[in-house]
């Protein structure tokens, strides 16, 4: 069956850490990979995308994901955390001849000053 | 570009009534739009897709003469809920996607049935 699995649910930080939020994923055939930001009270945005090419990718906000397939994985990083990266992070995964995503549990991140 | 709305983003009706959430694409035609459910603290469960013209297509397990959908234009995407219940309150979520793998998600609708 198709599932996304993130394993932190909640992660604090401080300002200035580094993030990686971690993203597995169960998916027959062609995949692309997703990772989406929802800042509190707003809609989901997209921070980056994975379709084919290099499995390094860089997304807004100095966010970046690298999809390695051998792990089925796709884990987002981000150097050094702001307080403006509260938010709530999924992992989404789709591919093929359809556009149906299916989401991850999602990722709370909190980041303190 | 590509803003999608919901409205309402907010609506409380009581039990057995029906209630519509419209979805529209605000500056680009939508060749699918997508209706997902959002539970606290959970992640988003695709509803069903929906393509311009035709009947949507219902993930398993959701009722589909339960959850109406309508999707009469390229720029706008219905979905009602009929005969309402408290188990029905949660955060409903619309994307739309011009047919490139990426899909622009809406702002939702909190629906409360009391």
């Known amino acids: 069956a198709q599932s996304v699995s993130q394993h932190n649910h909640h992660v604090i930080l401080s300002e200035a850490a580094s993030l990686e939020l971690g993203c597995n994923y169960s998916y027959g055939g062609t995949v692309n990979l997703f990772w989406y930001v929802q800042y509190p009270g707003q809609h989901l945005q997209l921070l980056l995308k994975?379709?084919?090419?290099?499995?390094l990718v860089k997304g807004i906000k100095g966010f970046e994901a690298e999809f390695i397939k051998s792990k089925f994985s796709f884990n987002l990083r981000k150097p050094s955390v702001q307080w403006s990266d509260t938010a709530e992070y999924f992992c989404?995964?789709?591919?093929?001849?359809?556009?149906?995503?299916?989401f991850g549990t999602g990722t709370r991140l909190q980041v303190f000053p | 570009g590509a803003v999608v709305s919901q409205h309402p983003s907010w609506v409380i009706c009581k039990s057995g009534t029906s209630v519509k959430i419209e979805c529209r694409s605000l500056?680009?035609?939508?060749?699918?739009m997508f209706w997902y459910r959002q539970f606290p603290k959970q992640s988003l469960m695709l509803m069903a897709t929906s393509n311009e013209g035709s009947k949507a297509t219902y993930e398993q397990g959701v009722e589909k003469d339960k959850f109406l959908i309508n999707h009469a234009s390229l720029t706008l995407s219905t979905l009602t809920v009929t005969s309402a219940h408290p188990e029905d309150s949660s955060f409903y979520i619309c994307s739309a996607s011009k047919g490139e793998d990426e899909q622009y998600f809406g702002p939702g609708t909190r629906l409360t049935v009391t």
């Open positions: 500056d680009f035609q939508a060749t699918t």
């Open positions: 994975y379709f084919s090419g290099d499995p």
């Open positions: 989404a995964v789709g591919g093929g001849n359809t556009d149906k995503l299916i």
